[in-house]
């Protein structure tokens, strides 16, 4: 394996992180952005009022991502396997 085949597996494997960890990350950031708002809004400044929602959207949004991201993982890992045992 050269180099240049290391370099395009190590980007690969850092563009499967990131399609990985988008979906949770964004819904995360949204509901933290309207939690923001509604405590903008209405002067509540709770520091608690943050952490149930975001936990509450981060844990649905694993359940329903969680097949995108293990069939995203293990087409990944098939991938490299392919290329571990592909002759050189």
């Known amino acids: 394996m050269n180099e240049l085949a290391v370099i395009d597996v190590g980007r ?8 990985i960890a988008a979906p949770v990350m964004l819904a995360g950031m949204a509901i933290g952005l309207v939690v923001a708002l509604f405590q903008a809004l209405t002067t509540i400044q709770e520091m608690t009022l943050t952490f149930v929602p975001k936990i509450l959207v981060i844990f649905v949004s694993m359940i329903l991502f969680l097949p995108f991201m293990i069939a995203t993982l293990v087409e990944f890992t098939h991938d490299l396997f392919h290329l571990i045992v592909a002759p050189q």
């Open 12 to 19: 690969e494997a850092l563009y499967v992180i990131l399609k």
